[in-house]
């Protein structure tokens, strides 16, 4: 592999080992953790040889003794006794390549638990915990030991026990998110994650997994106690030495809290890419879903070097950093005979290539496994590279379990090497914080993307999008449609498109991304000018984000910051609403100029979905804001000091 990319970091299992290896270990057997703050508290027993875990904030029950641990085939399932116990600390601060802070503190307790089977041919393995002050994180050690090498995960036996029947939401793919639904009413199929979890006294909790690299991940399914919810993985193969990913319990007083917590990121290793500044985010126009639209002065949109020769000139005077060719540039999209390294009839792709490195634009091509593993992933990426493209949309791999997980780290590796980004659709692995590893991976369409799965979604979606989805990472949602009337004519559009242009403008502002793939003919763009410019000018990268307001299944409001300016998206379910949105944080005694992109008075989702205002006032860090949303609709603000 090359040490160019790699030359900063252990492997995720040597680096985790070594940090272990390098703890302070004591022979005396202590039995729980403590968070930073001193709010939260584990605790580890066993009960009849069987490891259980316990949590607590502030004195208040969050799970009840929990089982941990994994089945191995062949080998015995305990009883299992303490060896050892190691303690550890960190506190750092590190700066990501890009994304929603700019730093990030990395502050933790940790202990290990090393167990052995009491009896003959035992083995050796620790349960990892860690605390943050709004975190449980759990994982599994195997460390190299004699007569115990190769080894087979079949059970995941981690639950999450939960002391009452809580309100919870689910992940759901390509589709709506579940929920509000009682814990008690979990359905009998697996779940995505994350789930994210409603108690009675307003506390807010999120399964997830951070680390996601050598084993296949979990989703969720109902556990054999009540109110509880056990981590379901496909049959993994390994050798010692070894780690899981971390089994991760996310805790806040609001729900906002969850979107903004670093734990993910701060679980996975350092960057493993030793000069990462060629990784830019940025926006991209796109061709896909603009096929077969007809401009006023006659040209219509299709699949041709001069379609995109037009994007291309759009982006380049638009602040756009990107093209996205998507499928079918090489060939149709599931054809084996489509081959990846050469372009399809109608298409130029060196001209293409050349003229936008001309205009400072660069270019995504789309891959597919069907192409990739016939005409081999790394040759194919090579000579993307070698094209001069600025990154890969990756879609719809079949490999599943394991096999997807290791795959993907194979893609994003490759990618790395070739100085390429990737964006991941159609399935992919759930965002595990792994972006800190590997900044190359800008984001992942996990959630249902608009217009995709040949269905549009509605209102209500995205609002959970932000509180559910985006709780792992980057997503890729295809936001920022303008002209709704008729587009469901267009070749890759399907249906009708429910929301309003200012909305559209809005899930810009509110949702998290490394690319901002705009669905949108140019000329739509162009012709409300004054409403795109909040896209124009949206930074590709942010110092902090805030969730100002909301409330799940209802409306959200997220500002973000860049330097000294902010950006401020709000988005509403069905129903229309005036959002009070308090302008204290900015900073003291400065002055903003504030403009406002804003729902007409007779917007909705359904019709007169294009109707817009634009206006421009005054502010500061005493003022408040109130926000009319349409039925449907959204409101942005573009906040820049004075």
């Known amino acids: 592999m090359n040490k ?3 030359g900063r970091i252990l492997s995720p299992t040597i680096f985790s080992l070594a940090l272990l290896i390098g703890a302070c270990s004591t022979k005396v057997v202590k039995n729980t953790v403590q968070s930073p703050n001193e709010q939260i508290v584990a605790s580890f027993n066993l009960q009849n040889g069987k490891p259980f875990v316990s949590l607590k904030k502030e004195g208040k029950e969050i799970l009840k003794p929990s089982p941990v641990g994994l089945r191995l085939e062949h080998l015995p399932d305990g009883p299992f006794k303490v060896t050892e116990v190691i303690s550890g600390s960190g506190n750092t601060t590190w700066q990501p390549t890009w994304g929603k802070f ?24 620790g349960v990892v915990i860690r605390l943050y002050d709004d975190a449980m994180a759990i994982r599994y050690v195997l460390p190299k030991q004699e007569g115990f090498q190769d080894f087979t995960i079949t059970e995941d036996q981690t639950a999450f026990v939960f002391p009452e029947d809580h309100t919870f939401w689910s992940a759901n793919g390509e589709r709506h998110n579940i929920g509000p639904i009682p814990l008690s009413n979990y359905p009998e199929e697996t779940r995505y994650t994350p789930t994210v979890i409603r108690r009675s006294d307003e506390v807010y909790l999120a399964i997830l997994e951070a680390a996601i690299y050598d084993f296949a991940h979990f989703n969720l399914i109902r556990g054999e106690q009540p109110y509880s919810l056990k981590c379901a993985m496909d049959v993994s193969q390994g050798q010692t030495p070894a780690q899981t990913s971390w089994r991760v319990l996310l805790l806040g007083d609001k729900p906002g809290d969850l979107v903004e917590s670093n734990t993910l990121v701060n679980l996975n290793p350092p960057c493993a890419i030793e000069d990462p500044s060629w990784i830019k985010p940025g926006k991209a126009v796109w061709d896909w879903r603009v096929w077969g639209y007809e401009a006023a002065d006659g040209f219509t949109y299709g699949l041709n070097t001069i379609s995109h020769k037009r994007f291309i000139d759009f982006a380049a005077e638009n ?16 054809s084996p005979d489509a081959d990846p390294t050469s372009a399809t009839e109608g298409i130029d792709i060196e001209e293409n290539m050349a003229y936008a490195k001309s205009k400072g634009v660069g270019i995504i091509l789309y891959l597919n496994d069907v192409g990739a593993k016939k005409f081999g992933l790394e040759k194919i990426l090579k000579q993307f590279s070698d094209w001069g493209a600025a990154g890969v949309k990756y879609g719809f791999m079949t490999s599943k379990g394991q096999e997807k997980v290791t795959y993907t780290r194979k893609v994003v590796e490759l990618c790395a090497k070739y100085r390429l980004t990737v964006n991941f659709h159609d ?16 984001t992942r369409e996990y959630g249902h993307s608009q217009a995709d799965a040949k269905r549009s979604y509605f209102p209500e979606t995205v609002v959970n999008q932000v509180f559910i989805n985006m709780i792992t990472g980057p997503l890729d949602m295809c936001n920022g449609w303008f002209g709704f009337e008729g587009a469901e004519s267009r070749h890759r559009v399907f249906e009708k498109i429910p929301g309003t242009v200012a909305a559209e403008v809005a899930k810009l502002g509110a ?21 795109f410019d909040f896209i124009k000018t949206l930074p590709d990268t942010f110092d902090e984000i805030r969730i100002l307001d909301g409330a799940l299944d209802e409306f959200v409001t997220v500002g973000r910051r860049h330097g000294d300016n902010w950006y401020v998206g709000s ?38 979905q294009e109707a817009y205002k634009v206006t421009e006032i005054t502010v500061g860090k005493d003022d408040i804001i109130n926000a009319k949303i349409a039925p449907g609709g959204g409101h942005a603000i573009r906040l820049i000091k004075q």
């Open 4 to 6: 160019k990319y790699i």
């Open 102 to 125: 700019s730093s990030i503190a990395d502050v933790y307790n940790e202990v290990t638990f090393w167990l052995q089977e009491k009896g003959e041919n035992s083995y050796k393995w």
């Open 319 to 334: 602040n756009i950093r990107y093209l996205l060719m998507d499928a079918d540039w090489y060939g149709p999209e599931f």
């Open 427 to 442: 399935g992919p692995l759930p965002p595990s914080g792994d972006r800190r590893t590997w900044p190359n991976l800008v």
């Open 511 to 531: 949702l998290f991304s490394g690319i901002h793939v705009l669905p949108d003919a140019p000329e739509e763009y162009a012709e409300k000018s004054d409403l």
């Open 571 to 608: 988005l509403t379910n069905r129903e229309s609403r005036e959002v009070t949105i308090n302008l204290s944080f900015l900073e003291e005694g400065a002055n903003y100029k504030a403009t406002l992109y804003e729902d007409a008075a007779d917007s909705h989702y359904l019709h007169n």
